[in-house]
């Protein structure tokens, strides 16, 4: 029903920025709200970033308030996490996360992509 990709990861220098892309491939009328989870090795998956069906709402971790930016393109289907300001403890594997309602918990979140690593060097 529905299938996300991410892209963008990669090495960046503490400082830098990045884009992640999420683009999702949707086989069905709901829209859908979209969110960003990270998960560092050893480490549980944790909440990001969480963007409304309309594009019009938004919530973030406080790990990465005034740092990151979550928006959304609804004519390409595609969710993007803007990362700015970048620390060597945002070293992870990002995940792109749909549900039909908005939650922050990961066990509620029905449709994942397979994850972009990114490393922020010292």
């Known amino acids: 029903q529905v299938q996300l990709v991410e892209s963008g990861g990669g090495l960046v220098q503490a400082g830098g920025s990045l884009r992640l892309s999420c683009t999702v491939s949707i086989h069905t009328s709901e829209r859908l709200v979209m969110a960003w989870f990270r998960q560092a090795p050893g480490k549980e998956r944790t909440f990001v970033s969480l963007i409304g069906d309309r594009g019009g709402y938004t919530h973030y971790d406080d790990s990465v308030k005034d740092r990151f930016t979550i928006s959304r393109d609804m004519f390409k289907n595609t969710v993007y996490l803007h990362m700015s300001s970048l620390k060597p403890e945002d070293t992870a594997v990002y995940y792109c996360?749909?549900?039909?309602?908005?939650?922050?918990?990961?066990?509620?979140?029905?449709?994942w992509g397979q994850g972009t690593q990114v490393t922020v060097s010292s």
């Open positions: 996360a749909a549900a039909r309602i908005i939650r922050y918990d990961a066990s509620s979140f029905p449709y």
